[in-house]
């Protein structure tokens, strides 16, 4: 009885101390969590788009953001006005009601009306088309990339973007989001001779003006846009990925029956 006594004596500080160790690491990721949310878009590069192509609610808002604000600038080329409907259960009606364009028809690739032409003339170059952009860039890219706009008084268009440095595209959904700066704070680092250099570094975003949606809001509206443009890269996606499971579960069967046939042709040959 001493000996067990006197083991969880020694035991105790252990124990006081791993307790007092979990209390510091909680408190110290809370003043993190705090410290960040105090300088909103500090963490940009770490945002995660975490969308669900099978989500067919999400991917019918998003192709209404998509039709609304990018369509006027940007094609899905690869992409058809029936197999979007049909994939989203979007009736041919509302389809034609809400979505498409005057005159274009449910065969008619979703195209936009913008000539390229005068697309160069006012933004230096041509839209890209967004069929494939999805799979080219990755859905965490375009995610980010709709959500790092800041006004840069600078440049033709009044915003630039920390995803894509000196993007020729306008920030079309600053009337959602409202507008941001961008703060920056100084960084030295040595150089040769004694010498330091002296860098600018993002620090976080200041809202200037809000817009009609908040925060919340705003990052749904981009999760949807985003699942949009995953769905059109792909649009057999989710059957690929659920037939995948049947194939593998049909290997391993085969694979059973494949080491049972073995075995019956070789039992003689032991």
């Known amino acids: 009885m001493r000996i067990e006594l006197r083991r969880a004596a ?15 690491t909680a408190h110290a990721q809370e003043s993190s969590a705090a410290g960040e949310a105090a300088r909103p878009g500090a963490d940009w590069e770490s945002w995660r788009a975490n969308n669900n192509v099978s989500d067919r609610a999400s991917l019918q808002r998003g ?38 364009p005057p005159g274009d028809k449910l065969t008619d690739y ?12 006012w933004f230096g170059k041509a839209p890209p088309d967004l069929t494939l952009m999805a799979r080219a860039r990755g859905r965490d890219y375009l995610y980010r990339y709709l959500k790092t706009f800041y006004l840069d008084p600078t440049r033709q268009t ?3 973007n920390l ?18 700066k961008a703060v920056y704070r100084d960084v030295t680092q040595p150089a040769g001779g004694g010498q330091v250099t002296h860098e600018q570094v993002f620090d976080h975003f200041e809202t200037l003006a809000p817009g009609r949606l908040s925060a919340a809001e705003y990052d749904g509206f981009v999760r949807d846009t985003v699942n949009f443009l995953d769905y059109v890269s792909e649009p057999t996606q989710t059957a690929r990925r659920a037939l995948g499971i049947w194939v593998v579960l049909f290997l391993l069967l085969f694979t059973w029956l494949a ?9 003689d040959v032991r």
């Open 110 to 121: 979703i195209l936009s009306t913008m000539p390229p032409k005068d697309a160069e003339n």
């Open 163 to 180: 995803q894509l440095p000196a993007t020729a595209m306008p920030h079309v959904l600053s009337e959602l989001e409202g507008v941001k």
């Open 63 to 100: 192709a209404r953001n998509f039709m609304s604000y990018c369509l006027g600038c940007h094609s899905l080329k690869y992409a058809r006005w029936s197999r979007v409907g049909t994939d989203l259960a979007i009736p041919a009606d509302l389809l034609q009601k809400d979505l498409m």
């Open 259 to 267: 080491w049972l046939m073995k075995q019956e042709y070789w039992k």
């Open 158 to 160: 009044g915003a630039n």
């Open 10 to 24: 020694l035991a105790m500080p252990l124990v006081l101390a791993a307790l007092a160790l979990g209390t510091m």
